[in-house]
């Protein structure tokens, strides 16, 4: 049946942005701080296996894929797994990415393992649907039919970005891509989460920003001065912007909100 992958569907979303590679064809994403995002997506997880080997797998590919390279590179070419994973997680300096990798490679096999790397560049989507460990949903589509903020306008702090959309055949594998053009133009904000198959039907994902500049940010930093910050809303198939197959901008839109100044400070007690 053609359809038994959209069945198998899933969607949680997971925060990444630290790991992510840098993409090519936009701005670099920076991260905003500690614990600057989060998304929550009302729609119930109703087929979430007990183990999401996809989001498993991309949660590895963002933080990895870039080392796997380089630890190819390092001869980690001929022999296999076990190495080539020590090599990653020596560069990673991660345990868990270690695991990910050897859960992964002794999986789908060495062979499989590196040839998808090298066709997959540094798409961590596409890569784990070559791994077949995301599924592919090609005929997908999604429209967006309500991006707002909320407060549309206020002091430095938490600002929700609601999002709400329709797809009608379903969606693939893919990603909510969010960007936010500072007021001073400065440092580019962004976060992806991942979305993973989904039936048709209306959803509803919210993010939400803590626009607050983060006191234990090492250069460089996002002061969040005032002004309007224009937010740009992506839901993609695949990685957006991305040029490997499977992959497809399917809706965008634009918004934008105020930041009036800083955080109003505790009046002080008598
Ligand atoms: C990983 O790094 C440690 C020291 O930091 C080194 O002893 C070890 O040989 C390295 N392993 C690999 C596979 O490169
Ligand atoms: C939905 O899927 C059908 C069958 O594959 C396709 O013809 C149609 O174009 C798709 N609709 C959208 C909105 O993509
Ligand atoms: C859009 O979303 C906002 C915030 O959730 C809500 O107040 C508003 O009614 C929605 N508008 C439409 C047209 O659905
Ligand atoms: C936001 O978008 C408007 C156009 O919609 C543009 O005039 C303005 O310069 C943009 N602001 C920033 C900070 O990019
Ligand atoms: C901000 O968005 C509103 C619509 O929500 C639009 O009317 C306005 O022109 C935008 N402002 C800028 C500076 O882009």
Known sequence: MKSAAVVLAVLLAYQCLAGRPPPRRQVPLVRTGHGGWSLSQASKPSNVNDRDMCKFCVDFAYDAIETIGEA????????????LCSIVANKT???AVEVACDTLCFLVGFDE????????????IYYCELLKQCPIVDNGDATITNLTVTPKSGPQGDFLIDMEYETKNGTGTGELLIHIDPADHGLQ????????PQDPGTYDAQITLHAVPDPDCVFPCQSFEPGVYNVTMHICNGQCMSQHPHSKIYDKKKTNFTITGPAPTDPPRL
């Open 72 to 83: 190819i590179l390092q001869g980690g070419l001929t022999q296999g797994c076990e190495k």
């Open 113 to 124: 393992f590196v040839h998808a790397f090298n066709k997959a560049d540094v798409d961590p």
């Open 189 to 196: 904000i962004g976060a992806s989460f991942l979305n993973e």
């Open 93 to 95: 300096g991660s345990e």
